[in-house]
């Protein structure tokens, strides 16, 4: 089987830009689930610890099967190269520990994941890293943020859980004149519906957890990077060192997730448009958050910078968060918990879960409110998904 660059994304999935047989002529490739590589003498440990031979040493560092799953998402967010993470949150910290260092500043989106927003506000600083909050869907705003100490501009878009459209290449027009990298979060599109890395981002980061690996069974995260040099400097200096490293288990559990990416992500899709469309005529739901209506304040940027709208809606509930308690209750099909990206439909209240840090007061000047409801849209007949949430709601 040879080299072949242009398959398309549903192709990609499965066998990769490299179509070639795995070992032993299996279908699938195999799970190397051990910890420790062998030598067959002092000159290839030399070879190998010189970083002169692609054989491994330990699976803390590398394995075939983390090798496999980083190449595949590398090639599926047309970067270099890439390196798999124990979780999303080790891989997010890692790379602003490694792009940062005492007296930095980082910008950040003032609507963030609530453990992304805690690692910048809380833990960062404790080592000497400033940060400046910032919106980010203003791009004058930015340009009057940035200092001589900036050095990272780091956002999710769409934003969690706000779904806030951030205009990619407007930011890597401002901050590469003055050579910021931007770290863009990129959880909620994945890459079939947007790639960073191709509108001027320097590290593409996700939580493979949800989308990617699709099926809520395995924890894992990624980033992945044009700059092949970064790549190892991140994995070698920090993955390997903090210790998050995915397991060989978890890797293939992703790879097999990835196959379906594309399929899933369609109708994701599909049963998110009819159930913004049905949120959006409800009379008990105000100010619904979806970037694929085109009320929304970020439709024409996601229009521009994504080849599609994601799965994740958020929206209020009318008369506050007594309604949002019996709204809740009164759910059959669609499942409270806090993860995203499942085959379930799976919703949640922000302020009491994943945003939880924010503080209370500063809500709604972080894009959030208390009777905020978000949407994880699964895979369920869209029809079966809609007349759960209007029984709740009708329970009002």
């Given at each position: 089987m040879g080299v072949n660059k242009n398959y398309r994304f549903d192709t990609k999935v499965i066998h990769g830009n490299e179509f070639k047989k795995n070992p032993e002529n299996a279908l699938n490739p195999p799970i190397f689930q051990t910890t420790t590589f062998?030598?067959?003498?002092?000159?290839?440990?030399?070879?190998?610890?010189?970083?002169q031979s692609q054989d491994y040493v330990y699976t803390r560092g590398n394995n075939p099967t983390l090798r496999l799953?980083?190449?595949?998402?590398?090639?599926?967010?047309?970067?270099?190269g890439a390196v798999a993470f124990s979780s999303g949150m080790a891989a997010i910290s890692s790379v602003l520990f490694s792009l940062l260092k005492p007296k930095d500043n980082v910008i950040i989106h003032k609507t963030l994941y609530g453990s992304s927003y805690n690692v910048?506000?809380?833990?960062?600083?404790?080592?000497?890293v400033n940060y400046k909050i910032v919106d980010l869907t203003d791009i004058s705003e930015l340009e009057k943020s940035i200092d001589d100490s900036t050095k990272v501009v780091y956002f999710e878009t769409p934003s969690n859980p706000n779904l806030s459209i951030i205009d990619i290449e407007e930011v890597a027009r401002v901050c590469h004149k003055k050579d910021?990298?931007?770290?863009?979060?990129?959880?909620?599109?994945?890459?079939?519906?947007?790639?960073?890395?191709?509108?001027?981002?320097?590290?593409?980061?996700?939580?493979?957890?949800?989308?990617?690996?699709?099926?809520?069974d395995a924890l894992g995260g990624v980033a992945v990077s044009q700059d092949e040099k970064y790549i190892h400097y991140l994995k070698f200096d920090y993955m390997c060192e903090f210790g998050g490293v995915m397991s060989p288990f978890n890797a293939w559990l992703m790879l097999r997730g990835i196959k379906t990416l594309g399929i899933r992500m369609r109708q994701h899709e599909k049963n998110a448009i009819e159930v913004a469309n049905f949120l959006n005529s409800h009379p008990k739901v105000k100010n619904v958050m979806y970037p694929g209506l085109k009320s929304f304040k970020g439709y024409e940027i996601a229009k521009k910078q994504m080849r599609g709208f994601g799965a994740i809606i958020s929206f209020e509930i009318e008369g506050g968060t007594k309604n949002l308690e019996k709204f809740i209750s009164n759910l059959r099909l669609c499942q409270l918990a806090v993860s995203l990206?499942?085959?379930?439909?799976?919703?949640?209240?922000?302020?009491?879960?994943?945003?939880?840090?924010?503080?209370?007061?500063k809500l709604v000047e972080f894009g959030l409110?208390?009777?905020m409801v978000r949407i994880s849209v699964g895979l369920e007949d869209y029809n079966d998904i809609i007349e759960d949430l209007d029984q709740a709601l009708n329970q009002i």
């Open positions: 062998v030598f067959d003498d002092l000159e290839h440990v030399e070879k190998v610890m010189s970083f799953f980083e190449n595949r998402l590398a090639e599926l967010e047309y970067g270099k910048v506000t809380n833990i960062l600083p404790k080592y000497g910021i990298k931007i770290v863009v979060d990129n959880t909620f599109a994945t890459p079939y519906f947007q790639n960073p890395l191709l509108l001027g981002a320097d590290v593409v980061v996700h939580s493979a957890t949800k989308y990617i690996g699709g099926h809520g990206g499942d085959t379930e439909t799976l919703v949640e209240v922000p302020s009491l879960m994943t945003h939880r840090g924010y503080p209370k007061e409110s208390e009777s």
